[in-house]
């Protein structure tokens, strides 16, 4: 039996999911070892290769976490908030690595994972690439460097499928500019204008959300002064962007001691 890590990808038919079978399979230091989609799903019990259109993978799509993880030293998820709490707990029980992917994660949520947390080893962000996570250091960067004359204002544009906003990437962002602010986001957080709403406030942290066709992720941090602006941008062209980042997460997290880590954790940055 070979040694290389077991990984299993949920969610597998999604958008993400798909992108993440590839990637495992292409891997020379993993293998794909399950696939599961959610109950009622019209890909169960088939071969996940087939269901995408290509070869067989000998890996057939469940709807039984339990059984699936019992083989598996992680677990790539990129799902919906739900699905990833109950996965979180499953993940624990097999002594595998969660990664998360999953975005619109409430704080019910987010306390859930930290109880997991302190049993598996999660590894968690609201964007997987290596630019993204570069963006968010020189968000912080700069918002550390410049005072509230220059108002921050982050505008995120997706696919007209997805279901939250802000994005996950839009509120790292926002995170990193408040850190470098010295601020907490949520004293600052101004979502979405609409109506009379008065004129801005100084230090406010704003965002916005566009929806539309196919677009993969883009990314705006615009800082505005009078006379001047500054603006950092990420454009993703292509998903595998953050499939690579998601299996590259899988594998550094193994033997890792259990607790939380994001991918600032996995690149070293
Ligand atoms: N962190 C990152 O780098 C990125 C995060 N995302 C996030 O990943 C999530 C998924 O995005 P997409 O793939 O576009 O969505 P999608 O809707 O195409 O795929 C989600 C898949 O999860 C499945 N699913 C739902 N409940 C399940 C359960 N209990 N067990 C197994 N499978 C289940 C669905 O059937 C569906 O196939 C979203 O939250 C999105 O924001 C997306 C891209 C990059
Ligand atoms: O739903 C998506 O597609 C994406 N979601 C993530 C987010 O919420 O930021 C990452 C990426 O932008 C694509």
């Not at 958008?15 to 890909?43: C, F, S, T, Y």
């Not at 994972?113 to 630019?131: D, E, P």
């Not at 600052?188 to 066709?213: E, L, N, P, W, Y």
């Not at 001047?228 to 993703?236: F, G, M, T, Y």
């Amino acid at each position: 039996m070979s040694e290389l890590p077991g990984i299993v990808v949920m969610g597998a038919s999604g958008r993400m999911g798909q992108m993440l079978i590839r990637e495992v399979n292409a891997q020379d230091g993993a293998r794909l070892v399950g696939a599961l989609e959610r109950p009622g799903h019209d890909w169960i019990g088939q071969d996940v290769g087939a269901c995408m259109g290509g070869q067989p993978l000998g890996v057939i799509v469940s709807d039984d976490p339990l059984e699936t993880m019992a083989k598996a030293q992680a677990v790539i998820d990129f799902t919906a908030p739900a699905a990833t709490v109950a996965m979180a707990e499953i993940a624990a029980q097999a002594r595998a690595v969660h990664v998360i992917g999953t975005t619109g994660l409430g704080d019910d949520d987010l306390a859930k994972l930290a109880l997991a947390g302190r049993h598996s080893t999660i590894i968690r962000a609201g964007n997987m690439s290596l630019g993204v996570n570069l963006l968010v250091q020189l968000t912080r960067k700069v918002a550390e460097a410049l005072d509230e004359d220059f108002d921050i204002e982050i505008t995120e544009a997706h696919h007209h499928h997805k279901v939250d906003a802000p994005s996950g990437t839009a509120l790292m962002l926002g995170e990193a500019a408040a850190e470098g602010r010295g601020v907490d986001l949520a004293d600052v957080s101004d979502r979405g204008r609409d109506g009379i709403t008065g004129a801005r406030k100084r230090g406010d942290i704003g965002f916005h959300a566009v929806r539309g066709g196919d677009i993969v992720g883009e990314h705006d941090v615009m800082f505005a002064a009078p006379g001047e602006r500054i603006v950092l941008r990420h454009l993703a062209t292509d998903r595998a962007i953050f499939a690579r980042g998601a299996v590259k997460a899988a594998l550094w997290g193994q033997g890792k001691k259990p607790g939380e880590y994001d991918m600032m954790d996995v690149l070293g940055l």
